[in-house]
């Protein structure tokens, strides 16, 4: 499960999007999947490919605040919100497990047959013409701090636009399975 957390670090210091305050809040959160008990594994960046086996498992709920969580250790999007951004697409906050306060964001896409793929956008790899119009600037570490939920949905939408009809890299796969029960 110490896997789990190093590959959600890794993936967040790609240099994401994130904020200081949720950008996302309770009123605007939408509920993409069902609940219910769900395999996760990361996908390698250079094959496109699942790494062996699932590195997490659990059932996955949804709260009264509209956040998604587990009471499984490790859960990678422990207490995330979604925001539809059209057909399967949505867009994924994610807090931070530890340190300050902050949100990173990704997108997320929901397939027939309970299989969620996400992928956690570079803002470095937006066209620097689309950062400049929306007023995003990368810092020393590659990351773009963003303030409100409409540059947010802007940067995001640009980012689709801009990589549409190619194959975007995939980081994980979630996929929902029948708990085993014990004794059967």
């Known amino acids: 499960m110490r896997l789990v957390g190093i590959i959600a670090l890794a993936a967040m210091a790609a240099g994401c999007f994130y904020s200081e305050d949720e950008l996302i809040s309770r009123r605007l959160a939408g509920e993409p999947f069902e609940t219910g008990y769900y395999l996760h594994a990361p996908v390698d960046p250079e094959t496109g490919e699942e790494w062996g086996g699932a590195t997490w498992e ?12 587990s009471r499984v250790d490790d859960f990678p999007h422990n207490n995330a919100r979604f925001r539809s951004m059209g057909g399967t697409v949505w867009l994924a906050q994610v807090p931070a497990r530890d340190g300050p306060e902050a949100y990173s964001y990704g997108l997320l896409w929901v397939y027939e047959g309970d299989v969620i793929a996400y992928h956690i956008p570079d803002c470095t790899g937006l066209a620097e013409a689309a950062r400049t119009g929306l007023g995003l600037a990368p810092d020393e570490e590659g990351l773009c701090h963003i303030d409100d939920l ?11 636009a801009q990589f549409e009809g190619e194959d975007m890299r995939i980081d994980g796969i979630y996929r929902r399975v029948d708990q085993a029960q014990p004794g059967e």
């Open 58 to 69: 659990g059932e996955i709920r949804k709260g009264r605040q509209r956040r998604y969580y």
């Open 150 to 160: 409409g540059t947010l949905e802007s940067a995001m939408s640009a980012y689709l």
